[in-house]
Nanobody, 124 residues
């Protein structure tokens, strides 16, 4: 079992930055792929970024590549999403997720554990 709690969301102006954190409980954190997804009102949940067990493999959606960076600290059981150059279209609820797979995946149903989400609002 892995329990996930996100933090760090908020209101920011376009061009600003936020860092989301996701704290995980459970001894198996280091053997789970960690991902970030987001869901805007009226839209489907979409993949944002994922990182492998050791943090060496990281994947980012084209829409955030070059602006967002996912990372993890297994000693702290925490995964991060650094978000720079934020745009109004980044406004969404951001969810942290964990998957027991061995390779980072962009598919939401391949993640077994989800956090409650944290709201990110970017004003123009």
């Amino acid at each position: 079992q892995v329990q996930l709690v996100e933090s760090g969301g908020g209101l920011v102006q376009a061009g600003g930055s936020l860092r989301l954190s996701c704290a995980a409980s459970g001894r198996t954190f280091s053997t789970h792929i960690m991902g970030w997804f987001r869901q805007a009102p009226g839209k489907e949940r979409e993949f944002v970024a994922a990182v492998g067990w050791s943090g060496g493999r990281a994947y980012h959606a084209n829409s955030v590549k070059g602006r967002f960076t996912i990372s993890r600290d297994n000693a702290k059981n925490t995964v991060y999403l650094q978000m720079n150059s934020l745009k109004p279209e980044d406004t969404a609820v951001y969810y942290c997720a964990a998957s027991p797979r061995t390779v980072p995946t962009v598919v939401a149903y391949e993640y077994d554990y989800w956090g409650q989400g944290t709201q990110v609002t970017v004003s123009s």
